[in-house]
């Protein structure tokens, strides 16, 4: 595959607060380094400004090792079954107002191992020798103001206290005074700090977001300024779930959605590499015949108009499919052809984790089809993406 995207440019990177979400951008990121992609710095808030230190030391598989094995436990000093539970409504709400209020109490969630974690993981003098830039938000409570910082700048004995300042979720985490300064989570006043890239002149964004729980900074964005975005099209759950298994599909679904933006690919629930003429999908989209052509028509109470089928299908049953599967009105062929494909390989249980042609995805469901012939009454698509699995057999 040929990348969509500019890599003789070098990108300023944008990554969004989220907390238990930020495992998405470690995705993004595989991606990023697997086309290529030039990054010269990076700006984060709370989650997105720990990924950025990550990404600045250059050590993806630490990285992922991390976010896949993350607990409750490795961020605040709790019991994993115990916050588990409560998070998911499992818990008896005696006992969950209980927790509540012992962790307000005593100002919040001791976050310990949030400290030891950045103690054991993040190297201040890698940082300072990186090529890239690195800014992290926070909030300074004392003077009500949020504070860019430029990470490199500050002294390697201290640099540490500001990715835990950027992290601070109050009113959720205890917090405690930085060298005198009460800091908060960045997200408190820039959630998505585009804004902390322009101040230095950067034209080239890469923007990724989680839409975790702060505020997003209104920016204007000079008309020389080039912005990507790449985000989730699926919620990626709380931004207090730290489960590894959790973070393990997030990882995947961040890597997948920059493949579809790096790669220009289309698909709404698979990413497909697929770039034919829009001819070729109304051709594979009427080549039915014989006693499927028959059923499909009787089902639209069009029985023993075969010789009209062209029409059939153009004027009342491709529309109509386009309808079910609520494509809008604009919808070209090769969108409904691709919807269709989709929407079956997803019945099939096809999995998400890689880039397929349509082809390749029709040859994936065509390994799984055992699941298409349980239905008693399936849907028209997948009658149509039946018989094509037969001609590829």
């Known amino acids: 595959m040929i990348p969509a995207i500019d890599l003789s440019k070098e990108y300023g990177l944008v990554l969004e607060g989220g907390g238990a979400k930020g495992a998405y951008q470690i995705g993004v990121w595989k991606a990023l380094r697997e086309a290529g ?11 997105g400004g720990l990924n950025g230190a990550f990404i600045c030391m250059g050590d993806y598989e630490q990285a992922e090792n991390i976010w896949s094995n993350l607990t409750y436990s490795h961020i605040m000093n709790v019991e994993d079954e115990i916050m588990a539970d409560m998070l998911k409504g499992k818990l008896a709400l005696g006992d969950a107002v209980s927790a509540m209020m012992e962790f307000l109490k005593n100002g919040g969630v001791d976050v310990t191992p949030l400290k030891e974690m950045i103690a054991e993981y993040i190297d201040p003098e890698v940082i300072r020798n990186s090529p890239m830039d690195l800014y992290v938000m926070t909030f300074n409570v004392d003077t009500m103001k949020e504070e860019k910082i430029n990470v490199k700048e500050v002294p390697v004995e201290i640099m540490r206290d500001y990715f835990l300042a950027t992290a601070y979720m109050a009113p959720v985490f205890k917090t405690e005074p930085l060298h005198g300064v009460h800091y908060i989570d960045g997200g408190a006043a820039n959630n998505v700090p585009v804004d902390a890239l322009l101040e230095d002149d950067y034209k080239d964004l890469i923007v990724v977001r989680i839409y975790g729980v702060g505020v997003t900074k209104k920016t204007t964005i000079p008309e020389d300024v080039n912005i990507i975005e790449i985000a989730p099209k699926k919620s990626l759950g709380s931004i207090m779930e730290f489960d590894g298994k959790k973070s393990r599909l997030n990882i995947a679904r961040g890597y997948m959605d920059a493949m579809r933006v790096l790669y220009d690919l289309d698909g709404h629930i698979y990413a497909i590499d697929e770039n034919r003429p829009e001819g070729y999908y109304l051709k594979q989209l009427l080549q039915i015949q014989g006693e499927v052509k028959e059923e499909i028509l009787a089902r639209y109470n069009m029985s023993g108009k075969a010789n009209l089928w062209e029409r059939c299908m153009t004027e009342r049953i491709l529309p109509g499919i386009a309808a079910e599967l609520k494509l809008g009105t604009s919808w070209t062929y090769k969108e409904l ?8 390989a997803k019945m099939c249980r096809v999995t998400k984790n890689r880039v397929y042609t349509a082809r390749e995805l029709l040859e994936a469901i065509q390994k799984k089809k055992v699941l298409l012939d349980k239905q008693e009454k399936p849907p028209v698509f997948v009658i149509m993406m039946q018989y094509m699995i037969q001609a590829v057999e």
């Open 37 to 47: 992609v030039k990054i010269k710095g990076i700006a984060g808030t709370s989650v």
């Open 337 to 344: 052809y691709l919807a269709m494909l989709e929407a079956t």
